[in-house]
């Protein structure tokens, strides 16, 4: 796997597809997706795709290539063998380290599978949540827990040895108990990975706006800290390794596109309002489907924005994602890749941080620890408000 002092050296880009499609909008997800059922419209975005793909992606060979949404699975067969087509033909699937696409249970059939295998997927994410049923109605998904045994056994029978499972817990009422249950259905179907994320109160979602309205609200801390001790002690047992904060890496090992994020490296992002990252510049296509597809298919550039990160808003971003990392930050790289003094700048908030044993730090390796594991946004946030502060 990549590491730090690698990515320093310049190892590698990776490449994101975004496929904004939904069947429905889930009431807690900010993601840029649209319901969009018509197939003329996903003609159009994968005609755009390919248009962007022909201007962004020339000659290069990326680490890794994921396939995100949006639900890429919605896709009639015919299209998503288009949309791996796209990629394709511009990047030797089979010699990226990893290839990963997202699979909603809902639309992820065999004969889907068996496309996205041909087309060069290795590994997918079975978008799952939940294995009750009431929990999936609050979440407004369209499926059922059957539904997600099903696309997982539909990953399997394609030949997929790499399939994954992302959970979220703290879903208003829920009990310690239901959680315990939903992480042990994943073991038995024997996920080779499992993402377990607290649910988040995403300004501008629906669930936020219920919250607003007092129609709901977050679980107590203590219910969500007790889930989170759950997750890593039972995952431990079970011989996955707590490799980030919300990623256990069984049979499967970690996702080495998202590690790649956690270690900022560089990577190029296509389709509406994907974000790219190179070397401390940051780019974000059009967010809208309809002017992002026009701008592509017109053979302009599909960017809406492009900010040239100062050294200390990069060095604030290393230390907020690799954080995250189980193994910690090795605060001494980054100083070596982007030449900020990350000591002066960042030690007075690390021995925050410390007095309140969020973190350990020896003077080089910068990890989270206990309490500070489940406030790993928070302890981030605080890294880039040192350099937005500034
Ligand atoms: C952007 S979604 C796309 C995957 C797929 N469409 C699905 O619904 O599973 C990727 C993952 O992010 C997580 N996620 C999205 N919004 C979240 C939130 N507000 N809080 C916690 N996790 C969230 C979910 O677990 C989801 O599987
Ligand atoms: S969680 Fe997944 S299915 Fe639900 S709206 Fe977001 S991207 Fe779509």
């Known amino acids: 796997?990549?590491?730090?002092?690698?990515?320093?050296?310049?190892?590698?880009?990776?490449?994101?597809?975004?496929?904004?499609?939904?069947?429905?909008?889930?009431?807690?997800c900010d993601f840029n997706s649209y319901v969009i059922e018509e197939e003329a419209a996903h003609d159009r975005f994968l005609d755009a795709l390919q248009a962007e793909m022909q201007r962004r992606w020339r000659g290069r060979q990326p680490v890794s290539v994921f396939f995100g949404g949006g639900t890429p699975s919605l896709l009639s067969v015919e299209r998503l063998e288009r949309l791996l087509a796209i990629v394709g033909e511009r990047v030797d699937l089979s010699a990226c380290a990893e290839v990963s696409m997202e699979a909603?249970?809902?639309?992820?059939?065999?004969?889907?599978?068996k496309a996205a295998r041909a087309g060069g997927v290795r590994r997918v994410s079975i978008?799952?949540?939940?294995?009750?049923?009431?929990?999936?109605?609050?979440?407004?998904?369209?499926?059922?827990?059957?539904?997600?045994?099903?696309?997982?056994?539909?990953?399997?029978?394609?030949?997929?040895?790499?399939?994954?499972i992302d959970l979220m817990f703290g879903i208003p009422g829920e009990t310690v108990a239901e959680w315990q249950s939903d992480v042990e259905r994943a073991l038995r179907l024997g996920t080779d990975h499992l993402s377990c994320y607290n649910l988040t109160f995403e300004p501008g979602t629906k669930l936020q706006r219920d919250r607003q309205?007092?129609?709901?609200?977050?679980?107590?801390?203590?219910?969500?800290?007790?889930m989170f001790e759950f997750t890593r002690q039972r995952l431990g047992e079970a011989g996955f390794d707590a490799y980030e904060v919300s990623n256990f890496a069984g049979r499967g090992g970690p996702c080495r596109h998202n590690d790649h994020y956690w270690l900022q490296g560089n990577y190029v992002g296509i389709g509406p309002g994907a974000s790219s990252h190179c070397d401390g510049v940051r780019v974000s296509n059009i967010k809208a489907l309809e002017p992002w597809a026009e701008a592509a298919l017109s053979g302009l550039t599909c960017t809406s924005t492009a900010e040239t990160l100062r050294p200390l808003q990069r060095a604030a971003?290393?230390?907020?994602?690799?954080?995250?990392?189980?193994?910690?930050?090795?605060?001494?790289?980054?100083?070596?890749?982007?030449?900020?003094?990350?000591?002066a700048w960042f030690e007075p908030m690390i021995e925050r941080h410390r007095g309140r044993q969020l973190v350990e730090y020896d003077g080089t390796t910068l990890r989270?620890?206990?309490?500070?594991l489940l406030l790993a946004d928070q302890v981030g946030g605080d890294y880039l408000g040192v350099a937005v502060n500034d």
């Open 1 to 28: 796997m990549v590491n730090a002092e690698q990515l320093a050296d310049g190892v590698g880009t990776s490449l994101y597809v975004h496929v904004p499609f939904c069947v429905v909008k889930c009431g807690y």
């Open 104 to 113: 909603n249970p809902e639309s992820f059939t065999e004969d889907k599978a």
């Open 127 to 164: 978008g799952t949540q939940s294995f009750h049923a009431h929990h999936l109605r609050f979440l407004d998904r369209a499926h059922d827990a059957e539904g997600a045994e099903a696309a997982f056994a539909a990953a399997r029978a394609a030949g997929i040895d790499n399939v994954s």
């Open 213 to 226: 309205q007092g129609k709901t609200g977050p679980n107590e801390q203590e219910l969500d800290r007790a």
């Open 317 to 343: 971003e290393a230390l907020w994602l690799g954080i995250r990392r189980t193994g910690g930050v090795d605060v001494g790289a980054i100083e070596r890749r982007i030449g900020v003094d990350v000591r």
């Open 368 to 372: 989270l620890v206990g309490e500070g």
